[in-house]
């Protein structure tokens, strides 16, 4: 008698470990049998990153390690791959992955959660690529916390005016969410940080906020906006609206309105794209802004077996005809359960189910115990929308391990006062080994090891 021949488990391939990647791995490996399918989770980096934590972080309100989420520990049923997706073929269901460490090679799949979300958009500023650093990232949160410090004691510790001048000017482009957020925290810290410097007072520090457009923070509403812009002014802040950033060679920065000046921090939030790994895939359609064509299902319109959705995916918005849905968390984590939950439904022969979801409003920080809010039609200023912020973002942290620790660090915060410590040189940590092996480490050239590693 003849061994019956057992069907292979179709494999789920994930591409993303963000919000969408992390939450709809979550959620498949909670909804599906054993042996129904196997869920492989592509991602570079081996956590995903709570980006509306990113300012508390950069601002040592929350240790950075409770903002991140290790994925093996989470995702436990699940096939993690340390690797970058540079091209998908869904005609041959295979994608080319990229290894943290050796050659390329061919994954083949059955079905594909296309998660790969957004990327900073610049543009080609001179200098920008040289002297700018994004705040997408914990990697670029941390620099930027010790940068800030860093620049208090250079500060500090010279007599040279105008190496004092450009130490103490910190330039943020992009007045929306991520720009508005790093701005006001990363003030707030160096605002208090000032308090242990004899020769810095916070009238000393000069905080540039830079925006093409007429508005900041067009996400609460025009009023909300014009009160953080209030807000902002009072903490002498500079805020440049309808203005733009021209040039930043050697931190040389020019505007668009003629003002020119100088700064070792030069922070670009001016908005994002589609990941540009999306122009490789073959057999997924995109729009013109380079984003996954999906329909309300979150299935790619009019391709089988592939799915989308978050920043990288063009999603119908039900709850506004016509429109589709934003980049927003508050998107991207009701997307991921509902296309898991499609998934599922596909898998057992059932039917799959639209993705609606009215916008319920916006939470930004704008430093310790400041904030605005408008949820539900319902205003807040102050501490009140500083709090619902934070209460909020609580809620969606994934797991009660990361719920825990946040909860601690804002506990402990109430009464110890936060590390005013720059850990900058931790990005150089062969310096002090190689000058004590007479390496000369002040010409400015790489270092052996920084060489190797890049």
Aim: aromatic content about 8%.
């Amino acid at each position: 008698m003849s061994t019956p021949v057992t069907p292979k488990a179709p494999r789920i391939l994930v591409l993303g470990g963000g919000y969408v990647g992390l939450y709809t791995a979550l959620r498949l490996q909670s909804k599906l049998r054993a042996g129904e399918a196997t869920v492989t989770v592509v991602e570079p980096r081996s956590y995903m990153t709570y980006q509306p934590f990113l300012p508390e972080a950069s601002a040592g309100s929350l240790s950075p390690r409770h903002v991140v989420v290790p994925l093996r520990r989470v995702l436990k049923k699940c096939e993690i791959i340390n690797a970058r997706v540079v091209a998908l073929d869904h005609t041959a269901r295979t994608a080319r992955l990229d290894p943290i460490d050796g050659p390329e090679y061919d994954l083949a799949y059955d079905i594909v959660v296309v998660a790969l979300g957004s990327v900073a958009r610049t543009l080609p500023i001179p200098g920008l690529a040289d002297e700018g650093v994004g705040f997408k990232t914990i990697e670029e949160a941390i620099y930027l916390r010790n940068q800030i410090l860093n620049c208090l004691d250079v500060a500090e510790s010279t007599d040279d005016l105008a190496r004092r001048r450009r130490a103490l000017t910190f330039c943020f482009v992009g007045g929306g969410y991520a720009g508005v957020e790093a701005l006001a925290e990363l003030e707030d810290l160096a605002r208090d940080a000032t308090k242990y410097y004899k020769k810095i007072t916070p009238e000393d520090l000069r905080f540039v906020l830079v925006e093409a457009s007429d508005r900041i923070l067009p996400e609460v509403g025009p009023d909300m906006g014009e009160y953080t812009l209030l807000q902002l002014s009072e903490r002498n802040i500079d805020i440049r609206l309808k203005t733009r950033l021209e040039s930043c060679t050697n931190g040389v920065v020019t505007l668009s309105d003629g003002t020119t000046f100088e700064s070792d921090t030069i922070v670009w939030t001016a908005g994002v794209k589609a990941n540009p790994a999306l122009t490789n895939f073959a057999g997924l359609p995109t729009d013109e802004r380079g984003k996954v064509r999906c329909d309300a299902t979150l299935q790619v319109t009019g391709v089988e077996g592939a799915w989308g959705a978050g920043d990288n995916a063009a999603v119908p918005d039900l709850a506004n005809p016509g429109k589709e849905t934003g980049p927003s968390a508050q998107h991207a984590v009701r997307q991921a359960k509902r296309l898991a939950d499609n998934i599922v439904a596909t898998l057992r022969g059932g039917e799959v189910k639209e993705y609606r979801h009215k916008y319920v409003g916006s939470v930004a920080s704008l430093g310790l115990h400041k904030g605005v809010a408008q949820v539900y039609g319902i205003k807040l200023k102050g501490w009140p929308a500083w709090f619902m912020h934070r209460t909020y973002h609580l809620s969606r942290v994934p797991t009660l391990n990361r719920k825990l620790r946040v909860v601690t660090d804002w506990t402990l915060a109430l009464f110890f006062k936060r590390e005013i410590v720059s850990l900058g040189s931790i990005s150089m940590p062969f310096h002090e080994f190689e000058a004590a092996a007479g390496v000369n480490t002040s010409t400015g050239a790489l270092s052996t090891h920084e060489a190797a590693r890049r």
